[in-house]
């Protein structure tokens, strides 16, 4: 009967052994496609900063030559 019980018992311990190893398996899954989505989205965000960086440029530039030029400096 002893022999029943231990042999029963590892056969639990192997179902939650796999059990364990499934979750684990998921788990890991997930974690790497929410990592793989935030890195998409910070390259989104960075193109965007690229983008709003080189357009302020552009206004700024303009800006100081319609100053330059407002003020006689080109004449």
């Known amino acids: 009967m ?19 190893l499934e979750e684990y ?4 899954k997930e974690s790497l496609e929410v990592q793989r989505r935030s890195f998409q ?14 357009v302020a440029a552009l206004v700024v530039a303009a ?3 319609f100053l330059v030029w407002l003020y006689g400096g080109f004449g």
């Open 63 to 65: 800006f100081v030559v």
């Open 25 to 28: 398996r998921r788990v890991t």
């Open 41 to 54: 989205g910070q390259e989104r965000i960075g193109r965007l900063y690229r983008r709003v960086v080189a």
């Open 2 to 20: 002893q022999e029943k019980d231990f042999i029963h018992l590892l056969v639990e311990i192997r179902d939650l052994q796999r059990e364990h």
